[in-house]
């Protein structure tokens, strides 16, 4: 019989840096703050997206929703950027 630990397997933990902690750090930011930005950026951008799709179909509405949505969320993103304690670190789309 096992006990139930907190730690990670040793041959996981190559794996749980790589696709949970790696991109976060070297971003200068802890897996929460990038989740929570990204997840912003994400809602945004579906928002921007259902937008330009009501436009498609009543091009009346919703004339200028989309863009004004995705120039807010680049500007966000680069704000995080310069913002971040390794700026050199991140790309123009790096969330």
Do not use: C
């Not at 976060?24 to 994400?42: E, F, N, V, Y």
């Not at 951008?45 to 969320?73: C, E, N, Q, R, Y």
């Not at 680049?74 to 969330?95: F, G």
């Amino acid at each position: 019989m096992t006990m139930a630990t907190n730690q990670i397997e040793p041959g996981h933990a190559g794996v749980v840096n790589r696709l949970f902690l790696q991109h976060p750090r070297s971003l200068g930011m802890s897996w929460a703050k990038h989740a929570a930005g990204a997840a912003k950026i994400g809602s945004e951008l579906i928002v921007a997206g259902v937008a330009a799709w009501v436009h498609a179909i009543v091009p009346g509405l919703f004339t200028d929703t989309a863009g004004k949505v995705v120039t807010h969320t680049y500007n966000y993103i680069q704000k995080r950027k310069a913002d971040s304690p390794t700026p050199e670190n991140w790309s123009d789309y790096d969330i």
